[in-house]
């Protein structure tokens, strides 16, 4: 049964930085894509980033414009989303995902994605 547990979230001023893990059990996870999305109060959940866990290729939203760096640790099972420059509008509780092989278009997509963590939060204050 694939588990994902993220952690590392926390209040930061405007400015500053967090890093965010998910680790991940359950099964091999060498042909997956891991995702990370977030979901603000009365918002949808949206796309941040994703890894293709064999070959390391990422893929990130566009209004990140380049505050974000998403990473995996094959040895430890553990994927990671630095955050850079934090803004309030990045408050937010952001989950982990994964899923089998998909599509680039498709990766974008939270229904697309069978596993999720619980979720850890993220507060940015002005």
């Known amino acids: 049964q694939v588990q994902l547990v993220e952690s590392g979230g926390g209040l930061v001023q405007a400015g500053g930085s967090l890093r965010l893990s998910c680790a991940a059990s359950g099964r091999t996870f060498s042909s997956y894509t891991m995702g990370w999305f977030r979901q603000a109060p009365g918002k949808e959940r949206e796309f941040v980033a994703a890894?293709?866990?064999?070959?390391?290729?990422?893929y990130y939203a566009d209004y990140l414009k380049g505050r974000f760096t998403i990473s995996r640790d094959g040895a430890k099972n553990t994927v990671y989303l630095q955050m850079n420059s934090l803004k309030p509008e990045d408050t937010a509780l952001y989950y982990c995902?994964?899923?089998?092989?998909?599509?680039?278009?498709?990766?974008?997509?939270?229904?697309?994605?069978?596993?999720w963590g619980q979720g850890t939060q993220v507060t940015v204050s002005s």
């Open positions: 890894i293709m866990w064999s070959g390391g290729s990422t």
């Open positions: 995902a994964t899923r089998g092989q998909i599509t680039i278009a498709r990766m974008f997509l939270p229904s697309e994605y069978p596993y």
